[in-house]
């Protein structure tokens, strides 16, 4: 198999692995030898802060796994094409599409070839050769494996902006169910306490993030967002990324032998609502508590969280949009830290009278207004943008 025809299957397989916006200034040493651009804006998944959409090469060392990982396309026990890089050969590959423009960073995963070890090596070398040879100074997440011992992600560390560790599910029992040879401990949050000691060290200036696959091992949302809450208090996780479960044979020849997990597709609207969640507790101050989930312990599927949360609370308004603390902005549907900060500022020489100039400001109106005052005057009713339909499935929902 020829490069062309590896990098179509390993690109085709590292899909389900996610990555998304970041953009940090990476602190490495550049000069009149080195490539690679640094900048703030240059060094990205998909997307800058600014929507400016970037390219970036997300491939697998491998797709050759030795464990049986029911969730997971790669998995020993499913019937397809395997193919495998080596470092010196991927690292070429990159630098071409690199110096073509094709391209401004690369997200580097594996399935487990050999040992977790073995593989990570292999990982490690190719970026070594990307830093030491191609003098290439851009942007590289490195996707640590599963029980990856400590002195590798310290190397992986010293080369990478970014580092993350797949926990998949959040709760040991959970993990069971879907990955039986991985232990929760040792394998997965052992990595992620060793990535957080380089981080602390100053390295990883873009820190490290983690995946679940949501719906794979019938785990519940509250279950996740515990798990995800717990990272980033305690493990100074950046970012966690929720996947919808896929079942494999969707897409591959399973075997007779290989047993699917017990639960069927998750769809995506749920996980939209976990980023959703996951947002308020990262950007609005909202804690895990805040909020409202149904009696299956899992979030609305028909409403957004925050207007959810709003509605729970709907002795709390409507707010006065002129006088209301910071905080308390932040809870109106429709008003985001942004136009929260502006609507602060603003109202310190003006006084705030038409939703135009809320408009302007940054504030969805037509979700912002049955919660709101404007000098006193309020400027609409929920009915106006909730179905009354699921106002009267409401106390159901929240309950």
Same mark, same amino acid.
């Given at each position: 198999m020829d490069t062309e025809q590896k990098l179509a299957v390993l690109g085709a397989a590292a899909k389900y692995d996610i990555c998304a916006s970041t953009s940090i200034k990476s602190g490495r040493p550049t000069g009149r030898d080195t490539i690679g651009s640094h900048a703030p804006a240059g060094i990205c998944h998909s997307y800058t802060p600014d929507g400016r959409c970037v390219s970036l090469l997300k491939v697998l060392m491998t797709n050759s796994c030795r464990n049986?990982?029911?969730?997971?396309?790669?998995?020993?026990?499913?019937?397809?094409?395997?193919?495998?890089?080596?470092?010196?050969?991927?690292?070429?590959l990159f630098i071409e599409l690199y110096r073509r423009n094709y391209l401004e960073g690369?997200? #580097?995963?594996? !399935?487990? %070839?050999?040992?977790?070890?073995?593989?990570?090596?292999?990982?490690?070398?190719?970026? &070594?050769i990307l830093r030491h040879r191609f003098?290439?100074?851009?942007?590289?997440?490195?996707?640590?494996?599963?029980?990856t011992s400590p002195h590798l992600i310290e190397r992986g560390a010293q080369l990478a902006d970014r580092m993350s560790v797949n926990l998949e599910s959040?709760?040991?029992?959970?993990?069971?169910?879907?990955?039986?040879?991985?232990?929760?401990?040792?394998?997965?949050?052992?990595?992620?306490?060793?990535?957080?000691?380089?981080?602390?060290?100053? #390295?990883?200036? !873009?820190? %490290?993030?983690?995946?679940?696959?949501?719906?794979?091992?019938?785990?519940?949302?509250? &279950?996740?967002l515990k798990t995800t809450n717990w990272l980033y208090q305690k493990k100074g996780l950046k970012r966690a990324y929720f996947s919808a479960y896929i079942?494999?044979?969707?897409?591959?020849?399973a075997s007779k032998s290989a047993n699917q997990p017990p639960y069927h597709r998750a769809p995506l609207w749920r996980e939209h609502r976990l980023y959703q969640a996951d947002w308020l507790m990262r950007f609005y101050e909202f804690r895990l508590e805040d909020l409202v989930l149904q009696q299956d312990s899992n979030l609305s599927l028909d409403l957004d969280p925050k207007m959810v949360a709003a509605l729970k609370n709907r002795e709390q308004f409507p707010v006065e949009i002129n006088t209301a603390p910071y905080k308390t902005l932040l809870r109106i549907p429709g008003v985001g830290p942004t136009a929260a900060k502006r609507i602060w500022r603003v109202r310190r020489e003006h006084r705030l009278t038409d939703l135009n100039e809320l408009k302007n400001i940054g504030v969805v109106v037509k979700r912002a207004k049955p919660f709101i005052l404007l000098n006193g005057r309020k400027q609409g009713e929920i009915s106006s943008i909730v179905p009354t339909k699921q106002l009267e499935l409401f106390p159901f929902v929240v309950s």
């Amino acid at each position: 198999m020829d490069t062309e025809q590896k990098l179509a299957v390993l690109g085709a397989a590292a899909k389900y692995d996610i990555c998304a916006s970041t953009s940090i200034k990476s602190g490495r040493p550049t000069g009149r030898d080195t490539i690679g651009s640094h900048a703030p804006a240059g060094i990205c998944h998909s997307y800058t802060p600014d929507g400016r959409c970037v390219s970036l090469l997300k491939v697998l060392m491998t797709n050759s796994c030795r464990n049986d990982c029911q969730y997971c396309v790669n998995r020993v026990s499913n019937d397809f094409e395997r193919s495998s890089f080596e470092p010196e050969e991927l690292a070429r590959l990159f630098i071409e599409l690199y110096r073509r423009n094709y391209l401004e960073g690369i997200f #580097l995963s594996s !399935a487990v %070839q050999k040992s977790a070890d073995h593989t990570m090596g292999k990982m490690i070398q190719t970026a &070594e050769i990307l830093r030491h040879r191609f003098k290439y100074r851009g942007y590289i997440h490195l996707k640590a494996l599963p029980h990856t011992s400590p002195h590798l992600i310290e190397r992986g560390a010293q080369l990478a902006d970014r580092m993350s560790v797949n926990l998949e599910s959040p709760t040991p029992d959970r993990l069971k169910l879907i990955a039986s040879e991985k232990n929760f401990m040792l394998d997965l949050i052992a990595p992620i306490d060793a990535i957080q000691k380089q981080v602390q060290k100053g #390295l990883l200036k !873009a820190g %490290q993030t983690t995946q679940f696959v949501v719906g794979a091992a019938g785990e519940t949302d509250l &279950e996740l967002l515990k798990t995800t809450n717990w990272l980033y208090q305690k493990k100074g996780l950046k970012r966690a990324y929720f996947s919808a479960y896929i079942p494999p044979d969707l897409t591959t020849r399973a075997s007779k032998s290989a047993n699917q997990p017990p639960y069927h597709r998750a769809p995506l609207w749920r996980e939209h609502r976990l980023y959703q969640a996951d947002w308020l507790m990262r950007f609005y101050e909202f804690r895990l508590e805040d909020l409202v989930l149904q009696q299956d312990s899992n979030l609305s599927l028909d409403l957004d969280p925050k207007m959810v949360a709003a509605l729970k609370n709907r002795e709390q308004f409507p707010v006065e949009i002129n006088t209301a603390p910071y905080k308390t902005l932040l809870r109106i549907p429709g008003v985001g830290p942004t136009a929260a900060k502006r609507i602060w500022r603003v109202r310190r020489e003006h006084r705030l009278t038409d939703l135009n100039e809320l408009k302007n400001i940054g504030v969805v109106v037509k979700r912002a207004k049955p919660f709101i005052l404007l000098n006193g005057r309020k400027q609409g009713e929920i009915s106006s943008i909730v179905p009354t339909k699921q106002l009267e499935l409401f106390p159901f929902v929240v309950s």
